[in-house]
């Protein structure tokens, strides 16, 4: 009796064991850019894309790079969709797509499609949803017709803290609402 529970436990409880992912930690040092990342996103190719303080920065799995944006501020939130990348900053928001070269370069949409945002301001949210890009501040949010290029505001009186896009509706949190 002994011999078969010595063989049970041999070919039967590793079945049972539960293996970990394994976690990588990278420091500033690696990536070389800032020590802060305020957004995360994924594409389709599975690169990751981080909304960092000295710009976007890119993983693809094995090489980190760092695109800062042309007027070298903070880029607070990031967005994947298909090719394009998305990024928001301070008093800007704009799209990356890759060159000829494969390197990613940024068009600024507020300049593109000549959207006068507030002075200051910064761009903490973005989503996606149809044919919209929608872009959140703390006071305002803009919507941008992928196709058609038409830009719609939502201006808000109380500070709009965050932006949700839940089974296909956008909802979003105001100071004290």
Same mark, same amino acid.
């Not at 990588?24 to 690169?47: F, H, L, V």
């Given at each position: $009796?002994?011999l078969?529970q010595?063989l049970f ?6 079945l049972f ?6 976690? $990588? ?5 690696i990536?070389?850019a800032e ?6 996103t994924q594409?389709?190719n599975q690169?990751m894309?981080f ?6 920065l890119e993983?693809?799995?094995s090489?980190?790079t760092?695109?800062p ?7 607070r939130?990031?967005q994947a969709n298909?090719d394009?990348?998305y990024t928001?900053s301070? $008093?800007d ?5 890759r ?6 370069t940024?068009?600024s949409l507020t300049q593109?499609l000549?959207?006068?945002v ?7 949210n ?5 044919n919209?890009?929608?872009f959140?501040s ?11 290029k038409?830009?719609?505001?939502i201006e ?7 932006l949700?896009n839940i ?7 105001e100071?004290?609402?």
């Amino acid at each position: $009796m002994k011999l078969y529970q010595v063989l049970f436990c041999l070919i039967y409880l590793p079945l049972f064991a539960q293996e970990h992912p394994p976690v $990588m930690t990278y420091s500033p040092d690696i990536y070389q850019a800032e020590n802060q990342n305020w957004g995360i996103t994924q594409t389709d190719n599975q690169s990751m894309y981080f909304a960092n303080n000295s710009g976007l920065l890119e993983f693809n799995g094995s090489k980190w790079t760092l695109y800062p944006v042309p007027d070298n501020s903070i880029v607070r939130s990031v967005q994947a969709n298909n090719d394009k990348v998305y990024t928001g900053s301070y $008093m800007d928001f704009g799209v990356w797509t890759r060159n000829n070269y494969g390197i990613l370069t940024y068009k600024s949409l507020t300049q593109d499609l000549k959207i006068d945002v507030l002075e200051e301001e910064q761009f903490w949210n973005i989503e996606i949803l149809d044919n919209w890009l929608i872009f959140q501040s703390l006071s305002r949010i803009y919507l941008v017709d992928i196709q058609s290029k038409v830009v719609k505001i939502i201006e808000s009186d109380e500070e709009i803290w965050n932006l949700f896009n839940i089974d296909g509706m956008i909802y979003f949190a105001e100071e004290n609402k």
